[in-house]
Nanobody
Framework: QVQLVESGGGLVQPGGSLRLSCAASGSILSIIVMGWFRQAPGKQRELVAA???????NYADSVKSRVIISRDNVKNTVYLQMNSLTPEDTAVYYC??????????WGQGTQVTVSS
């Protein structure tokens, strides 16, 4: 089992930036993908971005022009740099790691609120 701890969320004004971090610990031998999902109130959890151990990335269309996902394979840490944030980005952001996006282990989430 993998434990995931997110950090970096908070309140930011529209147009601002945040960098989320997720540190993984525990047994990660089966991990191929690390990624970020988000869930806004009343909405389904959706994939924001994912990255494989080899560095291949996928982004949701709604964020791909404003978001960069990266990972440190030695530290087993994934980052989500978010720029040009809008109120529509307000959500709880969850770190995820597993053999494919949406599988495996989940963090408890970090709140991102974009508001003026």
């Amino acid at each position: 089992q993998v434990q995931l701890v997110e950090s970096g969320g908070g309140l930011v004004q529209p147009g601002g930036s945040l960098r989320l971090s997720c540190a993984a610990s525990g047994s990660i031998l089966s991990i191929i993908v690390m990624g970020w999902f988000r869930q806004a109130p009343g909405k389904q959890r959706e994939l924001v971005a994912a990255i494989t151990s080899g560095g291949s990335t996928n982004y949701a269309d709604s964020v791909k022009s404003r978001v960069i996902i990266s990972r440190d394979n030695v530290k087993n840490t994934v980052y989500l740099q978010m720029n040009s944030l809008t109120p529509e980005d307000t959500a709880v952001y969850y770190c995820n790691t597993g053999r494919s996006p949406g599988t495996g282990s989940w963090g408890q989430g970090t709140q991102v609120t974009v508001s003026s």
